[in-house]
């Protein structure tokens, strides 16, 4: 069945410290990928994405991820974390053959400590 | 216009009352969405529509009933709803698949 995991419900980081969140996804074929972050009672937002070619992709807020095809991974990097940082982040993919149906991990919290 | 608007922003409404929830992007994507999610879990999948029509139905009770009026435009309508569907729901618009989805920032809605 096709699936994405994220494995780490919970991580707390210090104010400065890097910060790794990872995700696996069990596709036939490697789907679309997307980091998504929700601030508490709001909407997501789109933190990178991506689809083939350079397996490490830039996205906004500082944020990097590495596509790893023989891990069937996609681990979300922040050199440095900001307490405004603090929130939920989604991995999330889209099937190559499943059209319109963006599927969501549970989700990583991320709590930042001074 | 880099957004996607949705209204109202909060709604409690009983469980025999009709209600809307409205949805609206210009950025002229041609897919539109409709999430559910629970507090502390992903979103949820609920409809797609693609060129105004609707693709997929997440097998979702008839007490919700979506509709697309035009390409810019989504509305849920809510009839005879049961507390277990408080909810955010979350509204999101795509230019095709690739593309990474563009969401609202919700309504959170109580049925008490």
């Known amino acids: 069945a096709q699936s994405v995991t994220q494995p780490d419900i919970h991580i707390t980081v210090s104010e400065g410290a890097s910060l790794e969140l990872r995700c696996n996804y069990s596709?036939?074929?490697?789907?679309?990928l997307f980091w998504y972050v929700q601030s508490p009672g709001q909407g997501l937002q789109l933190l990178l994405k991506y689809f083939s070619g350079d397996t490490l992709v830039q996205g906004i807020k500082g944020f990097e991820a590495e596509f790893k095809r023989s891990q069937s991974s996609f681990n979300l990097r922040k050199p440095s974390v900001h307490w405004s940082d603090a929130a939920e982040y989604f991995c999330a993919v889209v099937s190559t053959d499943s059209w319109g149906k963006l599927q969501f991990g549970a989700g990583t919290q991320v709590v930042v400590t001074p | 216009d880099t957004e996607v608007t949705q209204t109202p922003k909060h709604l409690v409404m009983g469980m025999t009352n009709k209600k809307s929830l409205k949805c609206e992007q210009h950025?002229?994507?041609?897919?539109m969405y409709w999430y559910k999610q629970k507090a502390k879990k992903p979103p949820e999948l609920m409809f797609v529509y693609s060129y105004e029509k609707l693709s997929i139905n997440e097998s979702v009770p008839s007490r919700f009933s979506p509709e697309c009026p035009n390409s810019s435009l989504l509305n849920l309508h809510l009839h005879a709803l049961q507390p277990e569907d408080s909810a955010l729901y979350l509204c999101?618009?795509?230019?095709?698949?690739?593309?990474?989805?563009?969401f609202g920032s919700g309504t959170r809605l109580t049925v008490v």
């Open positions: 596709y036939g074929a490697t789907p679309y």
């Open positions: 999101a618009s795509s230019l095709d698949r690739a593309d990474g989805y563009t």
């Open positions: 950025m002229g994507h041609r897919a």
